[in-house]
């Protein structure tokens, strides 16, 4: 397996978007690295993470689309929902016992880039709006984001 490298063309423009995707890159690479240790316990942790974290970032994704009115945020839900049980299964196979770990990565790093590229790309421009309209009558600690980021995500 290779590391995933982020790219430029993979930015959407939304800063929190973007370190939200580059968080699940980075996740995607500690499998690689968990793989090569061999050790087990630390696979399934990273697995474990990794659903935990992409199911907040959809959600998260999911809540700007709603607010920014985007038409088509049922049908990229529905690709979330697909995606999350795929990977569910993989995760119950490993617990199973199986060894998942190169076909899990494959699949996250073709998905993820691909997923970027494709769907996300389509609700960027209303996201994008909306949040400018949003910023620009806010307090940035008390804001319209910061209560979305609290809402999914575990601020320290």
């Known amino acids: 397996m290779t590391k995933l490298v982020w790219q430029d063309d993979l930015n959407t423009g939304i800063a929190e978007i973007d370190g939200q995707h580059r968080q699940i890159v980075a996740l995607i690479n500690q499998l690689d690295d968990a793989r090569r240790s061999g ?6 942790e990273v697995i474990e993470g990794m659903v935990d974290y992409t199911m907040s970032h959809f959600s998260f994704e999911e809540a700007l689309m709603e607010d920014a009115g985007y038409e088509f945020v049922r049908g990229h839900r529905k ?9 569910d299964e993989y995760r119950q196979k490993f617990v199973a016992g ?9 699949v996250l790093s073709r998905w993820l880039i691909s997923h970027i590229r494709n769907d996300d790309a389509g609700y960027v421009r ?10 620009a009558a806010e307090q940035p600690s008390d804001g319209w984001l910061a209560r979305s980021l609290a809402r999914f995500f575990r601020v320290t």
Do not use: C, K, P
């Open 39 to 44: 050790n087990r316990r630390a696979i399934g």
């Open 79 to 87: 690709v979330h929902e697909l995606f999350i049980r795929r990977v």
């Open 98 to 106: 199986e060894n998942v770990v190169d076909g899990l990565h494959g």
């Open 126 to 135: 209303s996201v994008r709006a909306t949040m400018q309209h949003l910023f």
